[in-house]
């Protein structure tokens, strides 16, 4: 951020405010958990622990994180991020702060768009040039590229679906979780393992073995963070309570209980899911149908069954470093066991 921003500043000093905007969203919080993977993938397949080079790409995937999350918060029409404002909505305050010309909303959307495009290219940069071997990075090159691809897909599907989808009809959870494994469970663990695997080297064996474990675990992950969008508490997540349904997203969670509840209850939450004048005790009564619906026990038995299957893998993973083995088992229990 130092070094881009005094690229920014040499452009125009009108780019502070961007600027600010950046280093705020990437350096005041978040998990970590794409880099952690990557750079645990790295060690697993023997890697060495003294290489700043795998710092910065593993890096490189947080930029990515960060940009997605910018674009994920204008999609959704979120007004927080990690109990902050979300970039759309911190730029809208600074239009109406200046009192400068235009449409306020408008504005903030264009800033949104451009500063997560930006983080996109610097993601690209870093990546590329991160100092390890050149003809690592090339070979690690398509499975990042890939990883990318498969998130936007992804993100697309989970935009589709609220409008496009039959959330009374067939199909329903497995349309949910197919985003869930593209816009998450791969994206997440699956090809951040892979990316540090192939910078260190790896052969197929191991390829396969972090997807055996990526993929489950990255499935049990996206399922939790479905959980807390509809019965988090604010203080932790960061996010209004039932912020997912004033969103509308369509996840396993809805749509398991749109299977189970009465038929009277399932038209409402259908009806009234994501509408704009969705009011907090509406909100609590949606996530009353769900509760009675028994969608969120489904959801955790689904969540254990998916840890399990991920914890068997990595045990038979053909991993070279046995603290890799057992930070990957931490980071496995802290990406599903966070609590509401």
């Known amino acids: 951020m130092d070094r881009q921003e005094v690229l920014l500043a040499k452009i125009s000093p009108q780019l502070v405010e961007a600027s600010s905007a950046l280093r705020d969203f990437l350096l005041d919080g978040g998990k970590r958990l794409r880099p952690a993977f990557c750079y645990w993938g790295w060690r697993g397949a023997g890697g060495p622990v003294g290489a700043d080079g795998i710092v910065a790409a593993a890096t490189a995937l947080e930029l990515l994180q960060a940009s997605a999350l910018i674009h994920d918060d204008l999609m959704d029409r979120s007004d927080t991020r990690r109990g902050l404002p979300s970039v759309h909505r911190r730029f809208e305050a600074l239009h109406r702060a200046g009192g400068w010309r235009g449409d306020r909303a408008q504005y903030g959307t264009a800033a949104a768009v451009l500063l997560g495009d930006m983080l996109l290219c610097w993601c690209d940069e870093l990546f590329l040039r991160c100092g390890l071997d050149p003809a690592a990075v090339l070979a690690a090159k398509p499975v990042f ?32 979780l197919a985003v869930v494994r593209y816009k998450s469970a791969k994206y997440t663990v699956e090809r951040p393992l892979q990316v540090g695997a192939v910078l260190a080297g790896a052969g197929p064996a191991l390829l396969e073995a972090y997807s055996a474990f990526g993929l489950p675990l990255g499935e049990a992950f996206q399922l939790r963070d479905d959980q807390l ?9 960061g996010k209004p309570a039932g912020d997912d349904l004033r969103e509308g997203k369509r996840t396993l969670l809805v749509a398991l209980a749109m299977e189970s509840c009465a038929p009277a209850e399932a038209r409402l939450l259908d009806e009234r899911l994501g509408a704009p004048d969705l009011e907090p005790a509406e909100v609590e009564r949606l996530r009353g149908i769900i509760a009675r619906s028994g969608a969120a026990d489904r959801v955790e038995q689904r969540i254990d069954a998916l840890l399990g299957e991920a ?28 609590r509401y």
């Open 145 to 176: 590229d890939l990883m990318r691809t498969e998130v936007m897909a992804g993100q697309y599907l989970d935009v589709l679906e609220p409008v496009a989808g039959d959330s009374m009809g067939e199909g329903a959870a497995d349309r949910a």
């Open 311 to 338: 914890l068997a893998a990595l045990e038979a993973a053909p991993l070279a470093d046995g603290q890799a083995r057992d930070t990957l088992r931490a980071l496995a229990s802290a990406a599903t066991t966070r």
């Open 229 to 237: 969008g509809v019965f988090g508490d604010p203080a932790v997540t």
